[in-house]
Protein backbone atom coordinates (compact mmCIF):
# COMPACT_ATOMS: atom_id res chain seq x y z
CA UNK A 1 0.00 0.00 0.00
CA UNK A 2 1.69 3.32 -1.10
CA UNK A 3 1.54 5.82 1.95
CA UNK A 4 2.88 9.74 2.42
CA UNK A 5 4.75 9.94 5.34
CA UNK A 6 5.27 13.51 6.95
CA UNK A 7 8.03 13.93 9.74
CA UNK A 8 7.70 17.26 10.99
CA UNK A 9 10.73 19.10 12.88
CA UNK A 10 11.21 23.32 13.84
CA UNK A 11 11.04 24.51 10.44
CA UNK A 12 11.32 21.68 8.24
CA UNK A 13 8.58 18.66 7.44
CA UNK A 14 10.38 15.82 5.35
CA UNK A 15 8.53 13.68 3.29
CA UNK A 16 8.70 10.19 2.04
CA UNK A 17 6.15 8.37 -0.51
CA UNK A 18 6.76 4.82 0.62
CA UNK A 19 5.28 1.53 -0.84
CA UNK A 20 5.79 -1.40 2.01
CA UNK A 21 9.61 -1.04 2.34
CA UNK A 22 10.01 0.69 -0.89
CA UNK A 23 11.03 4.45 -0.89
CA UNK A 24 9.03 5.37 -4.14
CA UNK A 25 9.36 9.63 -3.58
CA UNK A 26 10.75 12.30 -1.33
CA UNK A 27 10.10 16.12 -1.08
CA UNK A 28 11.39 18.58 2.01
CA UNK A 29 9.33 21.33 2.54
CA UNK A 30 10.20 24.82 4.80
CA UNK A 31 7.26 26.26 5.88
CA UNK A 32 9.34 29.35 6.87
CA UNK A 33 11.30 29.36 3.44
CA UNK A 34 9.57 27.93 0.57
CA UNK A 35 11.02 27.93 -2.31
CA UNK A 36 8.32 29.38 -4.23
CA UNK A 37 7.63 27.31 -7.16
CA UNK A 38 4.31 28.05 -8.84
CA UNK A 39 3.94 31.10 -6.92
CA UNK A 40 1.76 33.73 -9.00
CA UNK A 41 3.18 37.11 -8.59
CA UNK A 42 2.86 40.77 -9.85
CA UNK A 43 6.50 42.02 -10.69
CA UNK A 44 8.20 44.87 -12.00
CA UNK A 45 10.39 44.60 -15.02
CA UNK A 46 13.44 45.47 -13.94
CA UNK A 47 15.62 45.45 -16.86
CA UNK A 48 14.73 44.42 -20.59
CA UNK A 49 17.22 42.09 -22.18
CA UNK A 50 15.90 41.39 -25.79
CA UNK A 51 18.76 38.82 -26.45
CA UNK A 52 18.51 36.48 -24.02
CA UNK A 53 14.54 36.52 -24.42
CA UNK A 54 12.97 38.21 -21.87
CA UNK A 55 13.56 40.18 -19.18
CA UNK A 56 14.93 40.62 -14.95
CA UNK A 57 11.72 41.42 -12.74
CA UNK A 58 11.40 42.47 -9.09
CA UNK A 59 9.20 41.32 -6.98
CA UNK A 60 7.24 43.35 -4.00
CA UNK A 61 9.92 41.51 -1.50
CA UNK A 62 13.34 42.80 -3.38
CA UNK A 63 13.95 39.14 -4.65
CA UNK A 64 14.54 39.09 -8.46
CA UNK A 65 14.61 36.64 -11.17
CA UNK A 66 14.36 35.94 -15.21
CA UNK A 67 11.46 36.22 -16.77
CA UNK A 68 11.51 33.95 -20.37
CA UNK A 69 8.75 36.20 -22.50
CA UNK A 70 8.82 37.16 -26.34
CA UNK A 71 6.41 39.97 -25.69
CA UNK A 72 7.75 43.73 -25.46
CA UNK A 73 8.25 44.79 -21.80
CA UNK A 74 9.43 48.23 -20.66
CA UNK A 75 11.35 49.06 -18.02
CA UNK A 76 9.08 49.87 -14.80
CA UNK A 77 6.10 48.44 -16.13
CA UNK A 78 4.27 45.59 -13.85
CA UNK A 79 3.44 41.94 -15.31
CA UNK A 80 1.74 39.11 -13.83
CA UNK A 81 4.31 35.90 -13.45
CA UNK A 82 4.97 32.81 -11.89
CA UNK A 83 7.69 30.79 -10.77
CA UNK A 84 9.07 28.40 -13.16
CA UNK A 85 12.10 27.36 -11.60
CA UNK A 86 13.16 27.80 -7.82
CA UNK A 87 17.03 29.71 -6.42
CA UNK A 88 18.91 27.03 -6.95
CA UNK A 89 22.84 25.83 -7.69
CA UNK A 90 23.98 30.06 -7.15
CA UNK A 91 21.30 30.98 -9.88
CA UNK A 92 18.20 32.78 -9.32
CA UNK A 93 14.63 32.79 -9.96
CA UNK A 94 12.92 31.78 -13.49
CA UNK A 95 9.69 32.99 -14.36
CA UNK A 96 6.67 32.22 -16.91
CA UNK A 97 4.43 35.26 -17.74
CA UNK A 98 1.10 34.20 -15.88
CA UNK A 99 -2.84 35.37 -16.74
CA UNK A 100 -3.37 38.61 -15.19
CA UNK A 101 -5.18 38.68 -11.89
CA UNK A 102 -9.33 39.39 -11.74
CA UNK A 103 -8.96 42.60 -9.95
CA UNK A 104 -7.12 45.82 -11.66
CA UNK A 105 -4.75 46.45 -8.94
CA UNK A 106 -0.99 46.38 -10.40
CA UNK A 107 0.96 46.82 -7.20
CA UNK A 108 3.74 44.17 -6.83
CA UNK A 109 2.74 40.97 -5.05
CA UNK A 110 2.22 37.91 -4.19
CA UNK A 111 -0.96 36.86 -5.58
CA UNK A 112 -1.34 33.34 -4.42
CA UNK A 113 1.69 31.01 -3.24
CA UNK A 114 2.24 27.32 -5.68
CA UNK A 115 1.43 23.98 -3.93
CA UNK A 116 3.96 23.07 -1.18
CA UNK A 117 5.74 19.67 -1.64
CA UNK A 118 3.66 18.14 0.09
CA UNK A 119 0.39 18.69 -1.70
CA UNK A 120 2.43 18.74 -5.05
CA UNK A 121 3.51 14.72 -3.60
CA UNK A 122 0.10 14.33 -2.50
CA UNK A 123 -1.51 14.79 -5.59
CA UNK A 124 1.03 12.96 -7.39
CA UNK A 125 -0.58 10.00 -5.75
CA UNK A 126 -4.16 10.72 -5.05
CA UNK A 127 -4.48 7.59 -3.21
CA UNK A 128 -2.01 7.65 -0.44
CA UNK A 129 -3.00 8.72 2.72
CA UNK A 130 -1.35 11.35 4.47
CA UNK A 131 0.58 10.18 7.90
CA UNK A 132 1.46 12.91 9.58
CA UNK A 133 3.12 13.98 13.34
CA UNK A 134 2.54 17.45 14.26
CA UNK A 135 -1.11 19.00 14.33
CA UNK A 136 0.35 22.54 13.05
CA UNK A 137 1.14 21.16 10.32
CA UNK A 138 -1.92 18.76 9.69
CA UNK A 139 -3.75 22.03 10.29
CA UNK A 140 -2.20 23.77 7.21
CA UNK A 141 -3.14 21.70 4.84
CA UNK A 142 -5.75 22.49 2.35
CA UNK A 143 -9.36 21.28 3.00
CA UNK A 144 -9.29 18.73 -0.07
CA UNK A 145 -6.71 16.66 1.61
CA UNK A 146 -7.80 16.69 5.40
CA UNK A 147 -9.72 13.55 4.31
CA UNK A 148 -6.40 11.65 3.67
CA UNK A 149 -5.15 12.60 6.87
CA UNK A 150 -4.11 10.14 9.50
CA UNK A 151 -2.43 11.47 12.33
CA UNK A 152 0.33 9.73 14.09
CA UNK A 153 3.07 9.43 16.70
CA UNK A 154 6.06 9.39 14.16
CA UNK A 155 6.00 9.45 10.93
CA UNK A 156 9.33 8.27 10.36
CA UNK A 157 11.15 4.97 11.48
CA UNK A 158 14.58 4.28 11.99
CA UNK A 159 15.15 3.01 9.17
CA UNK A 160 13.06 5.70 7.12
CA UNK A 161 15.18 8.27 8.75
CA UNK A 162 18.43 6.60 7.57
CA UNK A 163 17.01 5.85 4.14
CA UNK A 164 16.32 9.88 3.76
CA UNK A 165 19.71 11.00 5.10
CA UNK A 166 21.50 8.62 3.18
CA UNK A 167 20.09 10.74 -0.05
CA UNK A 168 22.11 13.50 0.89
CA UNK A 169 25.40 11.35 0.78
CA UNK A 170 27.82 11.71 -2.40
CA UNK A 171 27.16 7.90 -3.48
CA UNK A 172 24.71 4.86 -3.53
CA UNK A 173 24.50 1.29 -3.65
CA UNK A 174 22.60 0.33 -6.96
CA UNK A 175 22.80 -3.57 -6.25
CA UNK A 176 25.46 -4.41 -9.27
CA UNK A 177 27.03 -1.32 -9.19
CA UNK A 178 27.67 2.29 -7.02
CA UNK A 179 27.12 5.86 -8.27
CA UNK A 180 29.09 8.36 -7.40
CA UNK A 181 27.44 12.04 -7.64
CA UNK A 182 29.48 15.03 -8.38
CA UNK A 183 27.24 18.60 -8.74
CA UNK A 184 28.74 21.49 -10.52
CA UNK A 185 27.57 24.77 -11.26
CA UNK A 186 26.97 23.17 -14.59
CA UNK A 187 25.92 20.50 -14.74
CA UNK A 188 25.95 16.83 -12.59
CA UNK A 189 28.61 13.99 -13.36
CA UNK A 190 27.80 10.73 -11.93
CA UNK A 191 30.06 7.85 -12.32
CA UNK A 192 29.15 4.36 -12.37
CA UNK A 193 31.59 1.91 -10.87
CA UNK A 194 32.03 -1.91 -9.40
CA UNK A 195 34.55 -3.94 -7.51
CA UNK A 196 33.60 -6.97 -9.48
CA UNK A 197 33.60 -6.88 -13.47
CA UNK A 198 31.01 -4.58 -14.90
CA UNK A 199 29.82 -5.19 -18.26
CA UNK A 200 27.20 -4.39 -20.46
CA UNK A 201 24.19 -5.99 -18.95
CA UNK A 202 25.08 -4.90 -15.42
CA UNK A 203 24.89 -1.14 -16.58
CA UNK A 204 21.64 -1.80 -17.99
CA UNK A 205 20.83 -3.86 -14.90
CA UNK A 206 21.61 -0.83 -12.57
CA UNK A 207 19.64 1.92 -14.64
CA UNK A 208 15.84 1.58 -13.22
CA UNK A 209 17.98 2.00 -9.33
CA UNK A 210 20.19 4.61 -10.85
CA UNK A 211 16.70 6.31 -12.08
CA UNK A 212 15.45 6.45 -8.74
CA UNK A 213 17.95 7.60 -7.02
CA UNK A 214 17.93 10.64 -9.43
CA UNK A 215 14.45 11.16 -9.31
CA UNK A 216 14.52 10.54 -4.57
CA UNK A 217 17.47 13.23 -4.67
CA UNK A 218 16.05 15.72 -7.27
CA UNK A 219 19.04 15.99 -9.45
CA UNK A 220 18.56 18.39 -12.34
CA UNK A 221 20.00 20.17 -15.29
CA UNK A 222 22.28 18.22 -17.37
CA UNK A 223 23.19 14.99 -16.41
CA UNK A 224 26.62 13.18 -18.13
CA UNK A 225 26.42 9.65 -17.15
CA UNK A 226 29.94 7.59 -16.78
CA UNK A 227 28.97 3.75 -17.46
CA UNK A 228 31.03 1.59 -16.17
CA UNK A 229 33.46 -1.02 -17.81
CA UNK A 230 31.97 -0.62 -21.17
CA UNK A 231 33.80 0.33 -23.89
CA UNK A 232 33.76 3.91 -25.68
CA UNK A 233 32.02 2.24 -28.80
CA UNK A 234 29.34 0.26 -27.26
CA UNK A 235 28.05 3.04 -25.15
CA UNK A 236 25.38 4.51 -27.53
CA UNK A 237 23.64 1.17 -27.48
CA UNK A 238 22.90 1.48 -23.57
CA UNK A 239 20.82 4.60 -24.44
CA UNK A 240 17.85 3.26 -25.25
CA UNK A 241 17.48 1.03 -21.95
CA UNK A 242 18.28 4.18 -19.98
CA UNK A 243 15.31 5.77 -21.88
CA UNK A 244 13.40 3.02 -20.56
CA UNK A 245 14.49 3.30 -16.99
CA UNK A 246 13.81 6.76 -16.81
CA UNK A 247 10.36 7.05 -18.78
CA UNK A 248 8.05 6.93 -15.43
CA UNK A 249 10.23 10.13 -14.06
CA UNK A 250 7.24 12.41 -12.66
CA UNK A 251 9.81 15.29 -14.49
CA UNK A 252 9.82 13.63 -18.01
CA UNK A 253 13.97 13.67 -18.66
CA UNK A 254 15.20 13.78 -22.11
CA UNK A 255 17.93 11.09 -22.35
CA UNK A 256 19.84 12.54 -25.64
CA UNK A 257 22.56 10.14 -26.60
CA UNK A 258 25.88 9.29 -26.09
CA UNK A 259 28.79 12.05 -26.06
CA UNK A 260 31.86 11.26 -28.61
CA UNK A 261 33.90 10.42 -25.02
CA UNK A 262 30.91 7.92 -24.18
CA UNK A 263 29.36 9.74 -21.45
CA UNK A 264 25.70 9.21 -21.77
CA UNK A 265 23.63 12.58 -21.54
CA UNK A 266 20.24 13.61 -19.60
CA UNK A 267 18.52 17.06 -19.42
CA UNK A 268 15.71 16.72 -16.33
CA UNK A 269 14.03 20.27 -15.81
CA UNK A 270 15.09 22.23 -12.85
CA UNK A 271 12.48 22.78 -10.85
CA UNK A 272 12.51 22.74 -6.86
CA UNK A 273 16.02 23.00 -5.53
CA UNK A 274 18.17 19.31 -5.58
CA UNK A 275 18.09 17.58 -2.09
CA UNK A 276 21.71 17.58 -1.56
CA UNK A 277 21.57 21.26 -1.86
CA UNK A 278 18.78 21.61 0.34
CA UNK A 279 20.36 19.40 3.02
CA UNK A 280 23.77 21.17 2.69
CA UNK A 281 22.72 24.81 2.51
CA UNK A 282 23.56 26.57 5.88
CA UNK A 283 19.90 26.97 6.48
CA UNK A 284 19.53 22.81 6.17
CA UNK A 285 22.16 22.38 8.43
CA UNK A 286 20.94 24.61 11.08
CA UNK A 287 17.14 22.77 10.89
CA UNK A 288 19.18 19.05 11.11
CA UNK A 289 20.69 20.93 14.80
CA UNK A 290 17.55 21.78 15.91
CA UNK A 291 16.23 18.56 15.03
CA UNK A 292 19.58 16.63 16.75
CA UNK A 293 18.88 18.66 19.67
CA UNK A 294 15.45 17.93 19.98
CA UNK A 295 15.57 14.00 18.81
CA UNK A 296 19.12 13.71 21.38
CA UNK A 297 17.12 16.04 24.23
CA UNK A 298 20.58 17.65 25.08
CA UNK A 299 20.43 20.22 27.64
CA UNK A 300 21.25 23.43 27.61
CA UNK A 301 19.75 27.07 26.21
CA UNK A 302 22.86 28.89 24.14
CA UNK A 303 23.53 27.71 20.98
CA UNK A 304 26.96 28.88 19.70
CA UNK A 305 27.84 28.38 15.98
CA UNK A 306 28.99 29.90 13.08
CA UNK A 307 27.84 32.64 11.27
CA UNK A 308 26.13 31.14 8.49
CA UNK A 309 24.05 29.01 10.67
CA UNK A 310 23.05 31.92 13.13
CA UNK A 311 22.17 33.79 10.05
CA UNK A 312 20.40 30.71 8.68
CA UNK A 313 18.55 30.65 11.99
CA UNK A 314 17.85 34.07 12.29
CA UNK A 315 15.98 34.29 9.12
CA UNK A 316 13.60 31.24 10.13
CA UNK A 317 11.65 33.00 13.36
CA UNK A 318 8.95 30.40 12.70
CA UNK A 319 11.35 27.11 12.85
CA UNK A 320 12.91 29.25 16.21
CA UNK A 321 9.91 29.74 17.95
CA UNK A 322 8.27 25.90 17.02
CA UNK A 323 11.86 25.01 18.89
CA UNK A 324 11.65 26.65 21.58
CA UNK A 325 7.58 25.59 22.04
CA UNK A 326 8.74 22.04 21.94
CA UNK A 327 11.24 22.18 24.29
CA UNK A 328 9.81 24.49 26.46
CA UNK A 329 12.86 26.23 27.01
CA UNK A 330 14.13 29.56 25.70
CA UNK A 331 17.02 29.76 23.08
CA UNK A 332 19.55 31.93 23.21
CA UNK A 333 21.97 32.38 19.96
CA UNK A 334 25.49 33.13 19.91
CA UNK A 335 27.69 33.99 16.81
CA UNK A 336 31.36 32.51 16.76
CA UNK A 337 32.84 34.27 14.03
CA UNK A 338 35.94 31.96 14.31
CA UNK A 339 33.84 28.90 14.43
CA UNK A 340 33.92 26.67 11.29
CA UNK A 341 31.10 26.68 8.91
CA UNK A 342 29.04 23.68 10.16
CA UNK A 343 30.43 24.27 13.24
CA UNK A 344 27.80 24.52 16.57
CA UNK A 345 27.39 23.76 20.30
CA UNK A 346 24.87 23.94 23.46
CA UNK A 347 26.03 24.90 26.32
Known amino acids: MIEIRAACSPGEVRIAVTNQDTLLDVGLWRPGHPDGLDDWHIARVQTVAPALG ?23 QTVSVRVSRSAQNGKGLRFRKAEPPQDSDNTPRLIAPGPTPLEELADRYPEAPLHIDDPGIAARLSARLRPRLQRCQRAFDSTLESE ?6 ETADLGLLTASFFPTPALIAIDLDSNANPDFKGNVTSF ?5 QIQLRNLSGTLLIDPAGVKTRKRPALVSFLRDAMAQDPLKPQVLGATPSGLLEVIRPRKRPPLHELLSSPHGRALAALRTILREERKGRVLTASIPLIRALESDPDALNDFVSRRAAPLELVLNPNAAPESWSLS
Open 208 to 212: PALSQ
Open 164 to 169: FEELGS
Open 54 to 76: GAFVTLHDGESGFLSCRDALVQG
